[in-house]
């Protein structure tokens, strides 16, 4: 059984958190004694997690010490684990403005969150402040792992694992948009039923629960081996988990039997580098250089819709509203009973009480899992996690080409991180000008004085 142990979770008040790791975290048998410390700056969201935990370990008879602070470096003594979920600012205006300053030039981002230009200035945003946790873990908590949710998800973990001493990994579901893709090629073969509706993978709430459906049917069935970076893997195996058929050839020949307005850049990758790209074609195209053209309008073509910002503010409130209602003991927890920590509450139980646990995909430093991707680089792989700690799970080399894709972006990445921790303007130029959505130097140098005036209060290291 594990000991005890001390869970800090910064940025506590988000609804995801309080819908999925927090009630996973509370339901956990092995943990059971453990103290929770949450922490947001944002008071009265901090409040509704708080009561919800409260509410939870009480019904639940979880057995957790519970406390909640505004201030994260109250919390930060005796952790064994820090899950950060934290991001800087109203996270839907600052990604719309992200979208909008590079338009003013003719530069029009297929998504703007992870990649391009607005990849840049989100990462800068969310770095200096997660660097500083990080500052004040080797202080207080030297020891403890550093469990990261805030994207873009590979500069975040670069930027700890190469300017830290503290041990960090990224957690992500985005495995899972691989699986539901496979569902819906092999429905037939596997008994896979297809609810009405489905358009996509891309990030609509009206598909969140179609894609569940398929993924809830389908993740039992099969497994997936996968590697690459975040948002931007690629599946190298696929077999069946009663006989151990290896399904990739006949997933082959279905996938493209699919309607072919379904992911369709995702459809054409395939085609043309002979891996299955995992994120679907919202994530994937943030990465590739043929989605900016602004004559040839590649996002037309392929159908890139915009995150709904408006929507997804309001989805948020209503969201916290909701779990308002459950702390206050106005509606029923029922449905938290059945929510995933995303790789929080395996990664947390199985370190603290010495088990084993095989995890699909998890952000680590390349120690050579990815033979053909620079070492030291933050690549994403199966992971065995164990009492001695994360461990990544051998990959072997990419494709080529493949490969050249995902170093073009790490060097981006590294570049991005490095600006952001040494305050370099040359640096972040640099970070632009190796992106493959810029195509142009001056274009390039407004971009990017247009960033860092607009988020000067954020930024102020590149105005020393």
């Known amino acids: 059984m594990p000991l005890p142990t001390k869970i800090t979770v910064i940025g506590a008040g988000s609804a995801s958190f309080g819908e999925n790791t927090l009630s996973a975290i509370m339901r956990s048998k092995k943990l059971k004694g453990s103290t929770l410390a949450l922490v947001d700056r944002n008071a009265d969201s901090l409040d509704i997690v708080h009561r919800l935990a409260d509410r939870l370990n009480r019904e639940w008879e979880a057995g957790f010490v519970v406390t ?10 005796d952790s064994q684990f820090v899950v950060n979920a934290i991001e800087v600012g109203a996270r839907e205006n600052l990604w719309q403005r992200d979208f909008e300053i590079p338009l003013k030039y003719n530069v029009r981002q297929p998504y703007a969150e992870n990649g391009g230009p607005g990849g840049f200035a989100h990462a800068a945003r969310n770095i200096g402040p997660i660097m500083q946790i990080a500052r004040d873990m080797e202080q207080a908590c030297p020891d403890a792992w550093f469990v990261n949710f805030t994207n873009p998800m590979i500069r975040i973990c670069d930027a700890i694992n190469r300017h830290s ?4 990994v990224g957690l992500c579901h985005q495995i899972y948009q691989g699986y539901a893709m496979v569902g819906v090629a092999l429905a037939d073969d596997l008994g896979i039923e297809i609810p009405d509706g489905l358009t996509g993978m891309h990030a609509a709430v009206d598909q969140h629960p179609i894609q569940h459906r398929i993924k809830e049917q389908i993740v039992p069935l099969i497994d997936i081996r996968a590697a690459g970076l975040n948002h931007f893997t690629w599946i190298l195996s696929i077999n069946d988990k009663r006989t151990g058929e290896d399904l990739y050839p006949r997933f082959k020949k279905r996938f493209f039997e699919l309607d072919p307005k379904f992911e369709p850049l995702t459809r054409d990758i395939f085609s043309a580098f002979g891996l299955f790209p995992v994120p679907g074609d919202t994530h994937l195209c943030e990465y590739l250089p043929w989605m900016s053209d602004p004559n040839t309008k590649p996002w037309e ?5 915009l995150y709904d910002w408006e929507l997804f503010a309001n989805v948020r409130e209503f969201e916290l ?44 430093p390349n120690i050579g899992q990815i033979s053909n991707l620079p070492l030291g680089a933050t690549v994403e792989t199966p992971v065995q996690v164990n009492g001695a700690g994360i461990h990544p799970v051998h990959a072997g080399a990419l494709p080529e080409p493949i490969a050249e894709l995902c170093r073009r972006e790490t060097a981006v990445a590294q570049l991005c991180v490095d600006a952001t921790v040494e305050g370099s303007r040359e640096k972040a ?21 247009d960033y860092l005036t607009e988020y000067k209060e954020y930024l102020p290291q590149f105005w020393n």
């Open 429 to 449: 130029m640099q970070c632009l000008l190796l992106d493959p959505v810029v195509a142009d130097i001056s274009t390039a140098k407004k971009i990017l004085e």
């Open 68 to 77: 909640a602070q505004k201030n994260y470096q109250d919390a930060l003594s």
């Open 165 to 168: 001493k503290i041990k960090s």
């Open 301 to 305: 073509h392929y159908n890139l819709r």
């Open 321 to 364: 509203h909701r779990l308002n209602e459950m702390a206050g003991g106005n509606a029923t927890i029922e449905s938290l009973l059945a929510t995933d920590s995303e790789g929080a509450i395996e990664i947390i139980e199985n370190i603290s009480g010495a088990g084993s646990h095989h995890h699909l995909a998890a952000n680590l």
